[in-house]
């Protein structure tokens, strides 16, 4: 497991995601998760697109293709909203939450 230093002590990359679920903002970790779920969501998708087109089904190859329409505006959508909030550290995040004192030369 990956450990990162941060001024709190040592945090592993789940305990930075789990705090990424519950504090306001975006942790590197977190987006880096979010966008592995996003890859192996697509990988699911091209399978079923490709089962739905070895099945001849006009409709099945059109429901999917329309989970994956989905899918992918949502990805671009998640892409657009951090680049016009940006990313915050996971000890700024601890420090909203009261994790560890804040930060008195800010």
């Known amino acids: 497991m990956v450990k990162k230093q941060s001024a709190g002590g040592d945090i592993s990359s789940a305990q930075a995601v789990l ?41 099945l190859v059109l429901h999917v293709a329309f989970l994956v329409l989905i899918a992918v505006a949502l990805f671009l959508l998640l892409n657009w909203f951090l680049e016009q909030t940006g990313l915050v550290s996971v000890e700024h995040q601890m420090q909203e939450m009261d994790l560890i004192p804040k930060d008195r030369t800010r």
């Open 19 to 59: 705090l990424g679920a519950l504090a306001p903002g975006v942790n590197g970790p977190t987006w880096n998760t979010l966008k592995s779920t996003f890859l192996m969501l697509g990988i699911c998708l091209a399978v079923m697109l490709g089962l739905a087109f070895s099945s001849c089904d006009s409709s």
